[in-house]
């Protein structure tokens, strides 16, 4: 296997097979946060003023501070809230309105879970149609082949994969749990090492985890592709990709270690473009405005049935956010756009490569002729 | 009589022709003189072969073990050479672990600071986190000595601090790209100007014999 030829040919089919960037910019837009980097960047927290001992709230302290805001909350809706101006009733619209928001946000959740999983379906099939019959799919057509019970497949098994980062937060909670109340509860230098033991058990459970996620996070490029391509279920998919990755270990570790080297130069490079292109973002966050002030002001309109004042905007503002960002972010969002179905393409490139590879047997060493 | 039976005759003459196909060939090769020649050639032909020798066929395992030694040898490479060749391929995977150790401390140690200094440990790792801000040495000397005052103390203060705090791990993180793609270059080179590149076989051409 040639990664160079792999890398050479998934850019060739970046910028020739335009019907892929639709997909991408959806990938852009609903998947690349989740693969992206932890977003640490390094900072350490400084506080200023932290001369202050501070004591640790005990649990009937805490259950009169529920008491209180129990009360507080009560005089609220009673009340409404005087210094703000706001009003029993419209604070009832308010949380309506709230509700509201957060029922939109959450169908808006699942139909861009569906989204990505169509798309990766699309980008993996149409990648795979391109190299087998150099034949390109229309988006109408991507959209088709995306939309089966294999892109509900890739999602299960995207799921299996984050198994361990489930049960590193599991084991961070219930570690964090233990580390407040022996500082609670037990004084001296038992707690100290009880603090210190746990703080090492979670940096280890981390360390491990990260390891693993990294591990999976590459077996599952080739379980979707299995299931995408060869129509397998979820079980039989991590099987056999399992399998193809063990026999090819060191193939698929060279292109590994390649994106990785890849996506750091990425990573320089679009500081980089993400800098060259503020200008059009200018433009196009101006272009956001003028769309989302649309609905917007019919929202403004709505709501201004229940509430009065500043309220309407605000809450009209919240909800046509989203709408902004994404026509304001969308050069940013096409850069993404490219490297999510590069990336893709490559590794289906990869897939198709592994598979056309002669099954491997244990390798002899053979001494000189002479020895 | 014009229709020869010639595609039958190898059926015929291995026994696999039965009832009305049979009697067909058997009185077509009554009547016709070609037809019975070349059954008779075929039959020559049949026993010739039968008497001649077995050739010596080798059994698939030596099949197997002659081909294996008409292939391409790898030579065997001295102690020394594979152990750079290992760490010529760990040294990515060594990044990549100095990496994600230096991130967890590093997350670990913020998440133990925040909450100790928000006083959810109560106080107890104050041995091991330091209670007090980062200290700005340096400017509070120079502003000690008077050299530098005001404005300019302030900014002092705060580029000491940021440096002291914050440029460190983009220091370690921004060494360890840098390490990375150069040695994703180097391979990158050896592989365009060498054809190599493969895992573990750096620097050992094949030779044929």
Same mark, same amino acid.
Request: glycine share 10%; net charge neutral; charged share 15%.
């Given at each position: 296997?040639?990664?160079? $030829?792999?890398? $050479?040919?998934a850019?060739?089919?970046?910028?020739?097979?335009?019907?892929?960037?639709?997909?991408?910019?959806?990938?852009a837009?609903?998947?690349?946060?989740?693969?992206?980097? =932890?977003?640490?960047?390094?900072?350490?927290?400084?506080?200023?003023?932290?001369n202050q001992?501070?004591?640790?709230?005990? &649990?009937?302290?805490?259950?009169?501070?529920?008491?209180?805001?129990?009360?507080?909350?009560? $005089?609220?809706?009673?009340?409404?809230?005087?210094?703000?101006?706001?009003s029993?009733?419209?604070?009832?619209?308010?949380?309506?309105?709230?509700?509201?928001?957060?029922l939109?946000?959450?169908?808006?959740?699942?139909?861009?879970?569906?989204?990505?999983?169509? =798309?990766?379906?699309?980008?993996?099939?149409m990648?795979?149609?391109?190299?087998?019959?150099?034949?390109?799919?229309?988006?109408?057509?991507?959209?088709?082949?995306?939309?089966?019970?294999?892109?509900?497949?890739?999602?299960?098994?995207?799921?299996?994969?984050?198994?361990?980062?489930?049960?590193?937060?599991?084991?961070?909670?219930?570690?964090?749990?233990?580390?407040?109340?022996?500082a609670a509860?037990?004084g001296?230098?038992?707690?100290?090492?009880?603090?210190?033991?746990?703080?090492?058990?979670?940096? +280890?459970?981390?360390?491990?985890?990260?390891?693993?996620?990294?591990?999976?996070?590459?077996?599952r490029?080739?379980?979707?592709?299995?299931?995408?391509?060869?129509?397998?279920?979820?079980?039989?998919?991590?099987?056999?990709?399992?399998?193809?990755?063990?026999?090819?270990? $060191?193939?698929?570790?060279?292109?590994?270690?390649?994106?990785?080297?890849?996506?750091?130069?990425?990573?320089?490079?679009?500081?980089?473009?993400?800098?060259?292109?503020?200008?059009?973002?200018?433009?196009?966050?101006? +272009?956001?405005?003028?769309?989302?002030?649309?609905?917007?002001?019919?929202?403004?309109?709505?709501?201004?049935?229940?509430?009065?004042?500043?309220?309407?905007?605000?809450?009209?503002?919240?909800?046509?956010?989203?709408?902004?960002?994404?026509?304001?972010? +969308?050069?940013?969002?096409?850069?993404?756009?490219?490297?999510?179905?590069?990336?893709?393409?490559?590794?289906?490139?990869?897939?198709?490569?592994?598979?056309?590879?002669?099954?491997?047997?244990?390798?002899?060493?053979?001494?000189p002729?002479?020895? | 009589?014009?229709?020869?039976?010639?595609?039958?005759?190898?059926?015929?003459?291995?026994?696999?022709?039965?009832?009305?196909?049979?009697?067909?060939v058997?009185?077509?090769?009554?009547?016709?003189?070609?037809?019975?020649?070349?059954?008779?050639?075929?039959?020559?032909?049949?026993?010739?072969?039968?008497?001649?020798?077995?050739?010596?066929?080798?059994?698939?395992?030596?099949?197997?073990?002659?081909?294996?030694?008409?292939?391409?040898?790898?030579?065997?490479?001295?102690? =020394?050479?594979?152990?750079?060749?290992?760490?010529?391929?760990?040294?990515?995977?060594?990044?990549?672990?100095?990496?994600?150790?230096?991130?967890?401390?590093?997350?670990?140690?913020?998440?133990?600071?925040?909450?100790?200094?928000?006083?959810?440990?109560?106080?107890?790792?104050?041995?091991?986190?330091?209670?007090?801000?980062?200290?700005?040495?340096?400017?509070?000397?120079?502003?000690?000595?008077?050299?530098?005052?005001?404005?300019?103390?302030?900014?002092?203060?705060?580029?000491?601090?940021?440096?002291?705090?914050?440029? &460190?791990?983009?220091?370690?993180?921004?060494?360890?790209?840098?390490?990375?793609? =150069?040695?994703?270059?180097?391979?990158?080179?050896?592989?365009?100007?060498?054809?190599?590149?493969?895992?573990?076989?750096?620097?050992?051409? &094949?030779?044929v014999?």
């Open positions: 296997m040639d990664p160079v $030829k792999i890398l $050479k040919r850019w060739h089919i970046l910028w020739n097979y335009r019907a892929l960037w639709v997909f991408g910019l959806i990938l837009l609903t998947a690349a946060g989740s693969s992206g980097g =932890s977003g640490n960047n390094g900072a350490r927290f400084n506080a200023e003023n932290n001992q501070y004591q640790v709230p005990l &649990p009937e302290d805490i259950r009169e501070a529920f008491r209180e805001a129990g009360k507080a909350i009560e $005089k609220v809706f009673e009340e409404g809230l005087p210094a703000l101006d706001i029993q009733g419209e604070l009832t619209a308010l949380l309506w309105i709230a509700a509201i928001f957060v939109v946000m959450v169908v808006l959740g699942v139909v861009m879970a569906i989204a990505r999983y169509v =798309s990766e379906t699309a980008v993996i099939r990648v795979d149609e391109y190299e087998a019959t150099d034949t390109k799919l229309s988006v109408r057509q991507g959209f088709r082949i995306g939309w089966s019970r294999t892109s509900w497949r890739l999602f299960l098994i995207n799921l299996i994969v984050h198994i361990p980062v489930i049960l590193l937060l599991v084991v961070m909670g219930v570690a964090g749990l233990v580390i407040y109340r022996m509860s037990q001296g230098n038992f707690a100290v090492a009880g603090i210190v033991g746990i703080i090492g058990v979670v940096f +280890l459970a981390i360390f491990v985890v990260v390891i693993v996620s990294i591990v999976l996070g590459l077996l490029h080739f379980f979707w592709r299995v299931s995408a391509l060869e129509g397998v279920g979820v079980g039989e998919s991590l099987r056999r990709g399992f399998a193809l990755v063990r026999e090819n270990w $060191k193939n698929v570790g060279l292109m590994w270690l390649v994106m990785i080297g890849l996506g750091i130069a990425w990573a320089l490079v679009s500081i980089v473009l993400f800098i060259l292109t503020v200008p059009i973002v200018a433009v196009t966050a101006i +272009l956001g405005a003028l769309v989302a002030a649309i609905p917007g002001l019919l929202l403004v309109g709505l709501f201004s049935l229940f509430l009065s004042g500043y309220l309407p905007w605000i809450a009209a503002g919240v909800f046509v956010l989203p709408l902004f960002f994404v026509i304001a972010f +969308l050069p940013w969002g096409l850069l993404t756009a490219w490297q999510q179905v590069f990336a893709s393409s490559v590794w289906t490139l990869t897939y198709r490569e592994i598979k056309a590879l002669p099954v491997q047997l244990p390798e002899t060493e053979i001494g002729v002479g020895d | 009589m014009s229709d020869h039976i010639l595609e039958l005759i190898g059926a015929y003459l291995d026994g696999e022709l039965h009832g009305g196909q049979l009697r067909q058997e009185t077509h090769l009554d009547e016709c003189q070609s037809c019975r020649e070349e059954v008779q050639s075929l039959q020559a032909l049949s026993t010739a072969l039968q008497a001649a020798p077995l050739p010596d066929f080798p059994t698939p395992e030596r099949l197997a073990a002659e081909v294996a030694l008409r292939l391409p040898r790898t030579p065997v490479k001295p102690m =020394s050479r594979r152990a750079l060749e290992v760490g010529w391929w760990l040294a990515p995977v060594g990044l990549i672990l100095v990496w994600i150790f230096l991130s967890t401390t590093l997350l670990i140690g913020n998440v133990v600071t925040i909450t100790n200094q928000i006083g959810l440990l109560n106080g107890t790792v104050t041995q091991l986190v330091p209670d007090a801000p980062i200290g700005t040495y340096w400017s509070g000397t120079l502003g000690q000595f008077g050299l530098l005052t005001g404005a300019s103390l302030q900014w002092a203060g705060m580029t000491e601090a940021f440096t002291r705090t914050t440029l &460190p791990p983009i220091i370690w993180q921004v060494s360890i790209a840098l390490l990375y793609l =150069s040695w994703m270059a180097i391979w990158w080179a050896r592989h365009t100007l060498q054809g190599l590149g493969q895992p573990f076989d750096s620097g050992s051409r &094949p030779t014999n």
